[in-house]
């Protein structure tokens, strides 16, 4: 019997920058299927990229209990296993992280309003 070796490409994580934040905007327009984003895009703060490509982005967001929270976009075509990886990384760094945008929300809330005027002023 004949063994295949699948070459499964590794994923590289990284803290999300100022410079990221059109890219992430396309990817989660795309995700969404808008033309503006809106609060649901969040504060990137954490992404994955396969071969330099950015494929997926977590986003800081503030659920209906007031509670500081994280969303996930991705690319079409990221894996279950690749978006099941990034989800732990994101949960373990979003767990350590002691920022004021990680643990106050209503710093969060005035973080994610003037990264939308921004995003959508151009």
Request: glycine fraction near 2%; proline fraction near 2%.
């Amino acid at each position: 019997m004949e063994t295949i070796a699948q070459h499964q490409e590794l994923l590289q994580y990284s803290e999300a920058y100022i410079s990221d934040m059109l890219m992430l905007k396309n990817i989660f327009l795309q995700d969404q299927n808008d033309k503006i984003i809106d609060s649901n895009f969040g504060l990137p703060f954490f992404l994955a990229k396969k071969k330099n490509t950015t494929i997926a982005f977590a986003s800081l967001t503030v659920n209906e209990k007031n509670e500081i929270s994280f969303k996930i976009y991705h690319k079409k075509g990221a894996s279950e296993t690749e978006m099941s990886s990034f989800y732990a990384q994101t949960l373990s760094y979003f767990k350590k992280n002691n920022a004021p945008n990680f643990r106050n929300p209503e710093q969060l809330k005035s973080s994610i309003k003037s990264m939308i005027y921004w995003l959508n002023f151009e």
